[in-house]
Every structure is written in structure tokens, then in C-alpha cells.
């Protein structure tokens, strides 16, 4: 008679991340989820993202990559694009022409932006015009604290950074809505109509300059102040990035804090969990890289992007100065045998809309990282689709590695779906798989995750750089 045992083995089933780490583990997780916590307060934009990733990369021995003259195994470099792109490398042992094994996230959330020509008074109040990025529900973006991130230039040329709402006594921002009194037309529409793009303008001001002659006096005075404490005057607007993200710091979720709360885990939980494996690469066999890209969120479009020639052009400079030149038959078979995981986060099955997913087929907060053989929508449109082999490869690492891992698709086929930069590196002729943390409330000012997962995102990348896939 077949054992109940061997029957067990033979299925497949998902892990609780919690009862399968050690007291030690755990411990460890918590501290790094400490860590990323302070990540995502710092870094509310891709430029600050950047900034905090150089620091860090610094701090474990990474120099520019224009600072060497050739490489060597064991070398740790990085390269900027824009202020708004890193890739980060350490070099391997192996010829590089067998590949290098690459984790790529995406540095962009969704959020709102400023209008080149914001500012206008309006009834006795002064507002910025907004123009939404990403996916957004616009409804979530009322009645919530705001701040205010970005650049701009003085008449001088001199380029400001601005960063309002995250300080202590820091006034904050906010996008009003209709109080429910009034409401039934509002509370009548569906909810994609009931908050209009063009409604989502921003509170920034209500007390006019001490002249009752000036026109706009409230819109001049918001100007007056701006120009003490910037030098920046209304046009600066015109070529200015400032971006409108929620003011709220990240905090722990639960009775028991077992998940993080914050603005922009999609895909920042994914970014820093790479960089942090990254920095405990020591002596890879193949040269393991990180790559944080913007403008995934709108399509992966622009100079900054994944459809940018950025990773093209740091990839043929790293070959260059590894073996003393490249061309491109060189640059395609290194391209040919390399490895990608897309890390971007999932959709977790939330208890509140079971709906929306099939279960079997759903990742869980709690049971590990997500590996995503396919994303897109319906018919799996504007999706990679990772080959038997490369998923293969890849479960084997998991497991060799002790890395807790789900399998899963995101929620029910015809409900929707989304993309992530997989395709992208796909069309590169290289082995990619989307390999991410499932998310609660995904994409709103306010996403959650589990630190269990966090942990095995962590686990599964530096697992994955210290292969040779």
C-alpha cells in the first residue's frame, strides 16, 4: 500500500514562510525589514531612489564605473542614466561571453504630477494642476496628506531640490472631495467617474499678500513664497519635475507588525531587496548585475525606461573594459547566455475580493516570493513567457537555496492583468521570468506586504546571483 507520506510528495503545495525560518531567521528579517522601511522614506521618487542606491553601493564598495580603467573579478561598479536609472555589478570569474545573471525592478510608482502651468487661484484658494501617472484610482488620491518632491531651476540656471511634507512641521498638501451631503450625483456614478483627472488639483494655499489691490493675491503670495525659499519664479514651473506622492511614512501592518504599510512598494520592495542581495555578493562565478529602471509604470517608454539603449550601452562598456574591446557578436553572445529575473511584485489574494482571483493560481501573503512564468492580459497579451527549461532552471536554484517560493498568475484571466519590463528583456533574446512579492492594495497611496516575503524576495535574488544558471 502507497504510504500517506509518498502520496504528499507528490503534490505540489505553498509554504508559510513564518513556520519554516529559524528564531535566527527571523530575526534577520525583521532587521531587514527595519531597513527597507527607512528605504521607502527616503526614496519617494526614482531620483531619490537612485540617490539612496549610490549611497549604499558606496558604502559596500562600489565606485563609478568611470573610475576604472579595466575590471577584474571581484570589482564592484555602478552607472547612472538621467539621475533616474543604476546598474549596479559585480564581476565575476567566469568569462563574461557565458553571461551574466541579472535582477531588474523598476524604481517608478504611480503617483501624481505637475502640469507645466500649475498654479491658478480659484475662490479665495491657491491650487497646482495635476496630471495622474500610472495606474491610479483616482478616488484614493482625496482627502489623504500630500507632499510635494522634485526639481526645478531658477531664472539663474541653478537647479533646486524641493521636498515638502515629509519633515516634522512640514505643512502638507491634500486633493479635497465633496463632503457626502452633497454627494448623491457624486456617489451616483461609477466609481472610475466619480473623481475626474482634472479634478485632482492640490490645496497649496489660502491667504492672500497684505495689499488688497494685488490681483490673485492668494496665488501671488504662494508665489512670493516660493521665490523666498527657492529663487523660483512661476515659469520655473515650465521645465520643472515635482511630483505629488502621499506624506505618510512607511509603518508596520498588524497586532503582530508582520507587514509593511507604506507609498510605493510597487516596485521599490522588489529594488531594495535586489540591492541588498547585491551588496552580499562576494565572489560570483557569473558577473551579477542589478538594474533599477524608471518608467515602467507608463510602458517602460523614454530615455529612462527598459525600451531605452541604456543597459545596451553599459553592458557593451562593461564587456569593453573586461576583455579589451566588444563588438557586437560578442555583445549578442553575452546577451545570448544571460539570465533575468524581472522582479516585480504580484497581486496577493486578498480575503476582501476573492473574486477577482482563482485560487490556485494566486500568490498568498506569507508563502514566499512569487515566480510568474507569464503576466500580461487575457490571452496573455503584452506578456513574456518564461520557457520550461528557464523556469526549471530557476525552481531548482529556489530549492537548492532554501528560498520559499509560490507559483502564480495575476488573478482571474479575463479580469484584467498587467505587464512588467520581462518583455523588454525578453526581446533582447535573453532568459527572463517576472520573480517578485505579492502586494496588498496595489498601487494605491497605501500598498501592504508581508515581511515574510520581503525576506525570501531578499533570499531568492542573492540566491540567484551566486548561480550559474
Known sequence: MVSKESLEALKYSTKDVYSHISAEKRREMLDLC??????????????????????????????????????????????????????LAVIGSEDVEKGINIVGAHIDSPRLDLKQNPLYESNGQALLKTHYYGGIKKYQWTAIPLSIHGVCYTKDGEQVEICVGEKEGDPVFCITDLLPHLSREQMSKKLSEAIEGESLNILVGGMGVNDCEIDQSVKMNILNILNISYGITEDSFLSAELEIVPSFKAKNVGFDMSFVGAYGQDDRVCAF??????????????????????????????????????????????????????????????????ACMSSDVSA???????????????????????????????GKSGSSDASSEFMHDILSVMDKNGVIWQSCELGKVDKGGGGTIAKYVANLNMNVVDCGVPVLSMHSPFEVTAKGDIYMAYKAYLAFYNDSI
Not at 547585491?278 to 510602458?299: N, Q, R, Y
Not at 480575503?351 to 510568474?372: D, H, L, T, V
Open 34 to 87: 527595519d531597513e527597507y522601511m527607512e528605504f521607502l522614506d527616503r526614496g519617494k521618487t526614482e531620483r531619490e531612489c537612485v540617490n539612496t542606491a549610490v549611497e549604499m553601493a558606496k558604502n559596500h564598495g562600489f565606485v563609478p564605473f568611470s573610475e576604472k580603467g579595466t575590471l577584474k573579478a571581484g570589482d564592484k561598479v555602478y552607472f547612472i542614466n538621467r539621475k533616474k536609472n543604476i546598474m
Open 348 to 378: 496577493a489574494l486578498d480575503p476582501n475580493y476573492e473574486g477577482a482571483f482563482e485560487k490556485q493560481n494566486s500568490a498568498f501573503a506569507g508563502k514566499g516570493i512569487a515566480i510568474m512564468k507569464y503576466t500580461g492580459a487575457g
Open 273 to 338: 531587496t535586489a540591492l541588498k542581495s547585491i551588496f552580499d555578493v562576494e565572489s560570483p562565478a557569473k558577473t551579477a548585475v542589478c538594474l533599477l529602471v524608471d518608467k515602467e509604470e507608463i510602458g517602460s517608454e523614454g530615455n529612462t525606461g527598459m525600451m531605452s539603449k541604456f543597459f545596451d550601452m553599459a553592458v557593451l562598456e562593461l564587456v569593453n573594459k573586461l576583455d579589451g574591446g566588444c563588438d557586437m557578436i560578442k555583445y549578442n553572445r553575452v546577451i545570448r547566455n544571460s
